[in-house]
């Protein structure tokens, strides 16, 4: 089987795209990855053909300040501009990530089956759920049923508006204007951070991380005794700003260790008790306490799947929606805004109170009743 995949730019969405790859070519598949040219030395030192995504860079005109325009519209040029590529490769199946569409629309308009891939819970609209985003959990009471009622007619003009936008692109490039949708899903979280909805798309598949290491460095760690505190600034553009100096300000004199690390993460001269590095997060994780993170998924799935507590302090996009799951989960807790005495307390707290950690190694528990990507994909090709 040889299956084409289509992801941004972003570590939270080209790292899973190669890690899927990794699946494939593990179960004697040949896969391709067209992503940021950034991932190519990563691509090629786990041995996956790693090519760079066509079209990803703004175009005159583009509106980047209208996320829709910039998903739909953008989409439908790298469906074109990735189009010849794929059918060069002879794919069987295309896997797009949810955030680079123009993968599908290649896909359909070359008669394939696709995939879409969601590195993170499925965020789609539900009838049994608060608009995600929201960081509400779901209903219970008569009274937030109707709330939520209420906050979905509020977002449902901007469904509508995407719609609309994903419509005109499609036919731009010779599609039919309605969206049939892909042939499946890949929903690449764990159930721990996963919401139960009454509405669950058909062929749908919840299947586990999809994380690797872009690095075989080691993350160092301070030296001494103490608590190991592990601090990942987000990746996301997002993400909250300086969360690695505001974190070592308020951990100073806490009696804790901290690693910082990230994959520009910055120096801290003068602060024995710091260390910082950009290496193997999952190895760092596995030594820590606990951890100090920005939200996204990546860094949250390996903390949870490692058992570990973790204080989360969300930026924006889909951060805050994830930060508010993990503590109704009730392995962390959430700072906002990020102060350096907030933080001191949210580490406090999860280091102290073991109900944090008990959950955490719940989570990871759950990590393992998911299905397995690469059947998913083999199944819709032979279907």
């Known amino acids: 089987m040889r299956v084409a995949i289509v992801a941004g730019s972003e570590a939270g969405h080209a790292l899973p795209g190669l890690a899927l790859a990794l699946r494939l070519i593990g179960a004697g598949h040949v896969p391709v990855v067209f992503t940021g040219r950034q ?3 990563v691509g090629a030192r786990y041995g996956v053909d790693t090519r760079e995504l066509p079209g990803l860079a703004a175009r005159p005109g583009d509106d980047d300040e209208d996320a829709g325009s910039k998903i739909h519209a953008r989409a439908a040029y790298i469906g074109t501009c990735v189009l010849p590529r794929i059918q060069e490769f002879r794919a069987d199946l295309v896997v797009a990530d949810i955030l680079t569409p123009g993968g599908g629309m290649a896909a359909e308009l070359l008669g394939l089956p696709w995939l879409e891939l969601s590195p993170h819970p499925l965020y789609l609209s539900s009838k049994g759920l608060p608009p995600i985003g929201s960081g509400l959990a779901p209903a219970r009471t008569p009274r937030e049923h109707l709330r939520d ?12 508006n995407g719609r609309r936008q994903r419509e005109a692109a499609r036919a731009g490039i010779g599609l039919p204007p309605p969206d049939p949708g892909p042939d499946g899903r890949l929903v690449a979280t764990i159930p721990a951070l996963e919401l139960p909805r009454p509405d669950w798309p058909a062929h749908t598949h919840l299947v586990g991380p999809l994380t690797l290491e872009p690095t075989d460095a080691r993350c160092p760690v301070p ?14 553009a997002t993400g909250e700003q300086n969360l690695a100096e505001v974190a070592v300000d308020g951990l100073r004199g806490a009696g804790v260790r901290v690693a910082v690390s990230g994959l520009h993460p910055p120096v801290f001269d003068g602060e024995p008790w ?5 290496g193997r997060q999952d ?4 030594q820590a306490d606990a951890v100090v993170c920005g939200g996204g998924h990546g860094m949250l799935t390996k903390a949870l799947t490692a058992g570990r507590p973790v204080v989360v302090v969300p930026g924006g996009g889909d951060q805050w929606e994830l930060a508010n799951r993990v503590v109704r989960q009730g392995s962390g807790v959430v700072v906002r805004p990020a102060t350096p005495e907030a933080i001191r307390d949210g580490v406090r707290r999860v280091l102290d109170d073991p109900s944090f950690a008990r959950a955490a190694r719940a989570a990871a528990r759950s990590a393992h009743r998911v299905a397995d990507p690469v059947v998913v994909c083999e199944t819709v090709v032979h279907r």
Not at 152 to 160: I, M, S
Not at 230 to 236: G, H, Y
Not at 274 to 278: D, I, M, N, R, T
Not at 283 to 286: E, G, H, N, S
């Open 283 to 286: 190895r760092l994780v596995a």
């Open 223 to 236: 030296e001494g005794s103490g608590p190991v505190v592990m601090v990942a600034p987000s990746t996301a």
């Open 39 to 41: 991932w190519s030395e």
């Open 149 to 160: 009622a209420v906050l979905r007619a509020f977002t449902a003009r901007d469904l509508r």
């Open 274 to 278: 710091v260390a910082s590095g950009f």
